[in-house]
């Protein structure tokens, strides 16, 4: 039931995938993408690190009403999708966090948090949730190989960009991360000191267990990302 509030992300690995507009009405301010969705649910609490908003921004964007713990938007609507209100940016606690963002979501049943880019952000026209649609990095250890390839080995801030698409509540996001196409990372060894930060070297297609290289369309989608979470 799509009313009903979900305390915990989680990823539908069917991959099942649909496309559609992005908004209906009006362009979005970021990069445009047609977004996938697998149907997918939500999980969890305040953040606990990174980004506080900028005074700037709060001066040039309008701050809406509300309680940050649950996600204020910020800006004008930039338009509806299938009825609901479309937004490109928000604070949530102390993060500002825009469409594109890499963000880390809590898991169930004690899984490590689940790591996801926000690809769309949203208030449900039925009861006025905010929304995101997350599009799903995968760790090693979530694919067929368990991070065991004797090939360029896998390292444990090695991530995999997928297909799956899920819609969660806002308030799930758990913390700011951020994840970088290789060929955007300049020293891979001092972006990876910090434990927040990820690499995605290869996409994976958790149906067929198997992994492919990154498109023109993914590594687009990356610098996007990468502006994002700038």
Known sequence: DPATPILQGKRNT????????WIE??????PSKD?????????AEPPSKKRKIQVSM????PVHKGDPKEGVWVGEAAGTWKGNTVYTGCVLGQMYLPVHAD????SDNGEERYIARIMRMYERKEDGVKMVTCRWFY????????????ANPVTRQEVFLSEVFDDNLLSTVDAAC?????????????????????????KYVPTAGAFKP??????????????ANA
């Open 14 to 21: 069917a991959g099942k995938r649909w496309t559609d507009p």
């Open 25 to 30: 009405n009006a362009a979005p301010t970021t």
């Open 35 to 43: 977004a996938g969705s697998s149907g997918g649910s939500p999980g």
């Open 58 to 61: 709060r001066g040039a964007l």
């Open 103 to 106: 963000v880390f979501l809590r």
């Open 139 to 150: 760790r090693a250890s979530e694919t067929v190989h368990h991070g065991k390839r004797k």
């Open 178 to 202: 951020e994840v970088r196409a290789e060929p955007l990372v300049d020293d891979i060894d001092t972006y990876l000191s910090d434990p927040s930060h990820f690499v995605c070297r290869h």
């Open 214 to 227: 990154l498109s023109e369309k993914d590594l687009r989608e990356a610098r996007a990302a990468y502006g």
